[in-house]
């Protein structure tokens, strides 16, 4: 979930005065210290906007130790007089466990409080659970309902994630042009994910006539924010000369920030990358140590090729057990080479003990899916061995 970023409320309580106008006086000036003492002795007097911006400076640690569990309290109090921001910010911290143990249901309660009061950031919020199932049952339908309706008060992550429902026919009858709306409109206003999804929109030509040049433009936009898969995308352009001349080098530097930040796919190419030596030089222990990331992430052409690593003894000692148990894991996931190559490890007994009807069977999941050399091997496998194919 986003994280709900507010600040002080910068509201005048009449009916209150002195300290908290006070506070509010020498928390514009940076005295935050000052502040914090004089919106506790309006807060301690009851006034709910004084409870809500003093619990929100022991939750970001402005002027007091930070204090999750004091601000929990001092939005408490401020909800339960109905103030929306109080609603909104408690309904978070209960959603990542901040000062209490996580529980979705009562973030929901709050967020449905503050979202009737019109409050865009707890509709949005409240989308999210409902897209999600948290706390709630998934119901695409709710979550599109409620973020349209921050999205028309301008709520760009609203914009942003109705967009990507669009795209992905979520609640909705898939609809590009209308995805495309949607991302044009919070990426015009520095979102992350819209700039980097509609790098994809124009890159694929949905939506919108396919164009190279302005998925990249796209792409170096979110990749500034930091974004690890527009990172891997405009790595990948540049490695296929899209939109871009072609340079190995800086798919190199961009799919080394991707990765670093955990992308599986950054991973997995800048392996082959150190592998094939593209971009730089040939490294096998490097491309062992980038395959062996992915691979535990799952990713099945990762454990393959890691799988062909030890076979073949690049970058690591030969291991028949080893390339033979990364290929199984490979081929549960449908990986065709996997397939073949577990295959012929059984036909000869490499690293697994020799069993031809495995073979057979490897080989004819491989060739289902239209794998030549799996269709090659078991005609010379049922030649060879023909009760095996009976």
């Known amino acids: 979930m986003k994280k709900i970023l507010l600040g002080i409320v910068l509201v005048v309580a009449v009916l209150f005065g002195g300290d908290f106008e006070e506070g509010l006086k020498v928390y514009n000036a940076g005295d ?15 006034n709910a906007i004084a409870q809500y911006n003093l619990g929100v400076m022991y939750r970001d640690g402005q002027g007091v130790k930070k204090n999750y569990k004091k601000a929990v309290k001092l939005f408490e109090k401020a909800a339960e007089q109905g103030n929306i921001e109080a609603q909104l910010n408690l309904g978070f911290m209960y959603a990542n466990s901040q000062g209490v143990k996580r529980d979705y249901k009562k973030a929901v309660e709050l967020f449905e409080k503050a979202a009737k009061q019109g409050n865009i950031d707890a509709q949005y919020n409240l989308g999210v659970m409902y897209k999600d199932g ?58 992350v994910d819209a700039q980097y999804n509609l790098g ?20 170096e936009k979110a990749v500034v924010q930091g974004d690890d898969n527009a990172q891997y995308n405009l790595g990948h352009m540049y490695y296929k000369g899209q939109g871009v001349k072609r340079d190995y080098k800086k798919t190199v530097e961009l799919f080394e ?3 670093k930040q955990g992308n599986i796919d950054a991973q997995y190419n800048l392996g082959v990358m150190y592998r094939d030596g593209q971009g730089v030089r040939r490294n096998y222990k ?14 099945d052409a990762a454990q393959f090729n890691l799988g062909l690593m030890y076979k073949n003894g690049q970058g690591v000692k030969r291991n028949y057990k080893k390339a033979a148990n990364l290929y199984k894991k490979a081929a549960k996931q449908g990986n065709t080479s996997a397939q073949v190559n577990l295959g012929n490890m059984y036909y000869l007994g490499q690293g697994v003990r020799r069993n031809k009807v495995k073979a057979y069977q490897y080989m004819m999941k491989a060739a289902k899916q239209g794998n030549a050399d799996a269709q090659h091997n078991l005609d010379i496998i049922c030649r060879q061995s023909p009760w095996v194919c009976k």
Not at 35 to 44: D, I, Q, V
Not at 200 to 219: E, H, S, T
Request: aromatic share 10%; glycine share 8%.
């Open 134 to 191: 948290q706390g709630v049952r998934r119901n695409y339908k709710k979550a599109i309902e409620l973020f349209e309706k921050a999205a028309k008060q301008g709520n760009i992550d609203a914009q942003s994630i109705l967009g990507f429902m669009y795209a992905n026919s979520q609640g909705v009858k898939r609809n590009y042009k209308k995805a495309v709306e949607l991302f044009e409109k919070a990426a015009k206003q520095g979102n």
């Open 286 to 299: 490097k491309a062992v140590k980038l395959f062996q990331k992915a691979a535990t992430q799952g990713k």
């Open 200 to 219: 994809v929109m124009y890159r694929d030509g949905q939506g919108v006539k396919q164009n190279y040049k302005k998925a990249v433009k796209l792409f």
């Open 257 to 259: 920030k991707a990765a």
């Open 32 to 46: 935050y210290k000052k502040a914090s003492e004089l919106f506790r002795k309006s807060a301690e007097k009851g």
